[in-house]
């Protein structure tokens, strides 16, 4: 199984979902240092309990790899910049949806998802428990933030249809 390296918000949107636990079908599940300890400063809230979950690695980034990390535009949070740490030269997938923590990790030839992907995994696996449209709603109720064609396209990506818009 591919180790998927995982920011804090696509953890607490799946968490608000009540797909965690199926993350252990799809991924080797790892969380870096910086993640761990944000999730842990709110306890009680949606994805506080993953650095305790049985078969999540958490992990320290390699002193070289964070300074790599470290230069360039654009600014980028402590948890994005493990994630990006950890993953480079590994193979690993890295799953954050912060848009400029997705550019910087693109620059940088990192494979990186986001929690729509990994919910559309979930759904095609056969581990949800909604229509992929409700749990669209229950991300937004959640927070996330979802245009209508974000909504739209994550559909048609689901179905597998192209999107032409």
Same mark, same amino acid.
């Given at each position: 199984?591919?180790?998927?390296?995982?920011? !804090?918000?696509? /953890?607490?949107?799946?968490?608000?979902?009540?797909? /965690?636990?199926?993350?252990?079908?799809?991924? =080797?599940?790892?969380?870096?240092?910086?993640?761990?300890? *944000?999730?842990?400063?709110?306890? &009680?809230?949606?994805?506080?309990?993953?650095?305790?979950? *049985?078969?999540? !690695?958490?992990?320290?980034?390699?002193?070289?790899?964070?300074?790599?990390?470290?230069?360039?535009?654009?600014?980028?949070?402590?948890?994005?910049? *493990?994630?990006?740490?950890?993953?480079?030269?590994? &193979?690993?997938?890295?799953?954050?949806?912060?848009?400029?923590?997705?550019?910087?990790?693109?620059?940088?030839?990192?494979?990186? !998802?986001?929690?729509?992907?990994? /919910?559309?995994?979930?759904?095609?696996?056969?581990?949800?428990?909604?229509?992929?449209?409700?749990? /669209?709603?229950?991300?937004?109720? !959640?927070?996330?933030?979802?245009? =209508?064609?974000?909504?739209?396209?994550?559909?048609?990506?689901?179905?597998?249809?192209? =999107?032409?818009?």
């Amino acid at each position: 199984m591919r180790d998927a390296v995982f920011d !804090a918000g696509p /953890l607490i949107y799946l968490d608000a979902l009540g797909y /965690l636990p199926a993350l252990s079908g799809l991924y =080797d599940v790892v969380v870096p240092d910086a993640v761990s300890e *944000e999730l842990a400063r709110n306890k &009680g809230a949606f994805g506080s309990g993953v650095p305790s979950m *049985e078969g999540v !690695a958490i992990r320290t980034p390699d002193g070289e790899d964070s300074l790599v990390v470290e230069s360039g535009p654009p600014a980028i949070d402590a948890g994005e910049k *493990e994630v990006i740490a950890l993953v480079l030269g590994t &193979g690993a997938l890295a799953i954050i949806d912060d848009r400029r923590g997705v550019r910087r990790a693109s620059r940088l030839g990192v494979e990186v !998802a986001g929690t729509l992907v990994v /919910l559309i995994q979930i759904h095609r696996a056969g581990h949800a428990h909604r229509t992929f449209e409700e749990d /669209l709603g229950v991300l937004d109720d !959640a927070g996330m933030y979802l245009t =209508d064609a974000v909504k739209r396209s994550a559909a048609k990506l689901y179905r597998g249809v192209e =999107d032409d818009e």
